[in-house]
Every structure is written in structure tokens, then in C-alpha cells.
């Protein structure tokens, strides 16, 4: 059987977590061919100790290359990296979900294309229950979010709001309360969540959010409540930080592998 051509946009901590794997065989039906960044020098110097050779190449040469593409770059560059891989027909495999809404014709155009979009979040508890949901009426989706205030530091959006997180507070602080379409736009670095949450449920402008920065949690802690005409739902995440990037939350390049293990595997668990 061939195996599953898959490549990588971006090459930050994620996509090097994913192409060690890749490497050390935790996928066998899975072969990693190419790999583009930003900066391609950079992504070859820290691709070189892999045994296997990805190929090194520009963005417009990746989609020749694999049958899926996983975006693990930044939400500006998300609707690029998006266009690219959808209009050759590829499948989309992406992480940074608040570069969405800057896509907003991303469905029809991969329709029109022939390409496929999967949205990987492990950050986030129980999208298979909400996804459920969405076949039925929903009636309303909240999510609470608890961020380190270190992880919004340079954040254009609070600082013009005179929040400043240099010097941690003493208490936790809410920065923030509005619709997931306007968390995403406020803080597109942090918020994937909010929009993965969105595009499970009722869309951007019902699900509602509120973030507090909180000095006392070892990694963002996320809560879900969902209420619908076929469920209940209060869920929690208590996310662990990343070693190698600690805004990133641990969980984050698992999900990916898992997202490409249902892709190959005999058997996939969820809806």
C-alpha cells in the first residue's frame, strides 16, 4: 500500500516535534516528503538530523509533493498556506485556526477546488460532543478561558487597552468579553480554540468568550458550556505548556499525529 505523502508548513516547534516522529517511525504508513518556512536556510539546518530527507522547497512547490499539507505556521500566514494547498486540490490539515476568518470564502473555494480542510485541536475538550450537537439545535456555546498573563505580552490588542504583563498581577484579571469571531481578530496568536470551537457549534458571532489572565495556573485551563436541545455539556481542558515554546500548549503537535493517524489507520474513534 503507498503511503501518505505529508508535508509541512512551517517548521517551528510543532513541525519539528512532528518530523522527529515521523522519523522515529510512529507512523509507518505515513511518509514526511517536503517541508517549507519562512526562512528555507533555517528549515534545512534544523532538518538535517533527520534520517529521512524531506525536501526543502517554497510553498508553491509544496503541494506537488504530499497529499496533505499540515499548517503549523502563524494565523497571518494562514490564508496563503490555506489557498495554496486547496486550490491544488490537497487536504488541509490546520492549526492555526484564528487566521480563518481572514479565509472567510475558504469552504467554497476548497469546494471549488477539490481540496479538504481538517481543523486539529487538542487543546480544546469535546468537539465530537458539540459536533454531535450541531446536527440537532444548539442554543448557546460559551467558552472561559484562563491564559499565563506572560503569554500576552506584545499583545498590540491589551496594551492599547493599558494592560501591561511585564510584572505578573496579583490576581487573576479579565481582558476580555465578546464573540469568538472578535477573540480571533484580538488575539490571533492564542485563540485558535475560539474559532475551532465556532466552526464545531454556531458559528463566530453566537459562541461567546471570555479570557482572564491568570497568574496562579501552570498552562491555560479552557472550559466549554454548551447548551443544546440533545445534551448538556461543562467541559474542562487543563492544558500543560510546551517545553520547547512555553504559549504553546503541550498537547498541540499530538493532536496533529493523531489527526494524521485517523487519516491511515483501520479503526478511528469519534464522530
Not at 496563503?80 to 487536504?91: C, D, H, Y
Not at 440533545?230 to 510546551?242: A, C, F, G, H, K
Not at 503537535?253 to 483501520?266: F, G, K, N, Y
Request: aromatic share 6%.
Amino acid at each position: 500500500m503507498a503511503r501518505l505523502r505529508v508535508g509541512l508548513a512551517g517548521f517551528g516547534s510543532v513541525g519539528q516535534f512532528l518530523a522527529r516522529r515521523l522519523d522515529e517511525g510512529a507512523l509507518p504508513q505515513v511518509e514526511l516528503t517536503a517541508i517549507t518556512a519562512r526562512d528555507l536556510e533555517k528549515a534545512a539546518a534544523n532538518a538535517a538530523g533527520l534520517a529521512i530527507k524531506p525536501r526543502i522547497v517554497p510553498l508553491a512547490e509544496l503541494p506537488a509533493l504530499a497529499d496533505v499539507v499540515v499548517e503549523c505556521a502563524t494565523a497571518d500566514s494562514f490564508p496563503e498556506v490555506a489557498r495554496t494547498v486547496l486550490e491544488a486540490g490537497r487536504t488541509l490539515v490546520a492549526l492555526s485556526a484564528g487566521g480563518v476568518p481572514a479565509f472567510p470564502d475558504m469552504v467554497d473555494f476548497a469546494e471549488r477546488h477539490g481540496g479538504r480542510i481538517r481543523i486539529a485541536s487538542g487543546a480544546l475538550p469535546g468537539l465530537d460532543s458539540i459536533r454531535s450537537a450541531a446536527e440537532g439545535t444548539i442554543r448557546e456555546v460559551r467558552l472561559f478561558s484562563r491564559i499565563k498573563p506572560g503569554s500576552f505580552i506584545g499583545e498590540e490588542y491589551l496594551e492599547s487597552r493599558g494592560f501591561d504583563f511585564r510584572q505578573p498581577p496579583a490576581a487573576a484579571v479579565k481582558v476580555f468579553e465578546g464573540s469568538a469571531g472578535e477573540a480571533a481578530a484580538a488575539f490571533p496568536r492564542h485563540f485558535n480554540v475560539a474559532i475551532s470551537l465556532s466552526l464545531a457549534g454556531i458559528g463566530f458571532d453566537r459562541t461567546r468568550v471570555e479570557i482572564w489572565a491568570d497568574p496562579d495556573i501552570p498552562g491555560a485551563i479552557h472550559t466549554v458550556e454548551v447548551e443544546a436541545d440533545e445534551i448538556v455539556l461543562s467541559l474542562t481542558s487543563r492544558n500543560r505548556p510546551s517545553a520547547t515554546n512555553p504559549k504553546t500548549s503541550r498537547i498541540i503537535a499530538p493532536s496533529v499525529l493523531a489527526a494524521l493517524r485517523s487519516m491511515v489507520a483501520p479503526l478511528h474513534v469519534g464522530s
